[in-house]
């Protein structure tokens, strides 16, 4: 059965770091596109960062995390991190790792000129169940 569990979220400091971890298992989810993805309440769900797990990991970020979030992998583990720091108390949010396995979210993107795993979730279909991110001031 295809599993994807989230951990390492916590609370913390204006100003702080943390690394959230996305095991994934029952499915190849290393020929994917996967990625992060976070929901405050009364707010939509907002992709933040993306990699196509196949070859060197290409990345992909929201403008509200590009240069402070970094996603990553782990394939001896299966693993997608994604190292959170200098957080700011708007990135307060539930995290949920997502992953595609239709192929779906492997689209082109003309501003940057390649592909990107697309920070849409609607082509997400394995989710997990995701993970608290409290930052206070």
């Known amino acids: 059965q295809a599993r994807l569990v989230e951990s390492g979220g916590g609370s913390v400091q204006v100003g702080g770091s943390l690394r959230l971890s996305c095991a994934a298992s029952?499915?190849?989810?290393?020929?994917?596109?996967m990625g992060w993805f976070r929901q405050s309440p009364g707010e939509k769900r907002e992709g933040i960062a993306t990699?196509?797990?196949?070859?060197?990991?290409?990345?992909y970020y929201s403008t509200s995390v590009k240069g402070r979030f970094t996603i990553s992998q782990d394939n001896a583990k299966d693993t997608v991190y994604l190292q959170m720091n200098n957080l700011k108390p708007e990135d307060t949010a539930t995290y949920y790792c997502?992953?595609?396995?239709?192929?779906?979210?492997?689209?082109?993107?003309?501003?940057?000129?390649?592909?990107?795993?697309?920070?849409?979730?609607?082509?997400?279909?394995?989710w997990g169940q995701g993970t608290q991110v409290t930052v206070s001031s």
């Open positions: 997502a992953a595609d396995s239709r192929g779906g979210s492997w689209v082109y993107d003309g501003r940057e000129g390649r592909f990107v795993c697309a920070l849409g979730d609607d082509g997400y279909n394995y």
């Open positions: 029952g499915y190849p989810f290393n020929t994917s596109c």
């Open positions: 990699i196509y797990r196949p070859g060197g990991g290409s990345t």
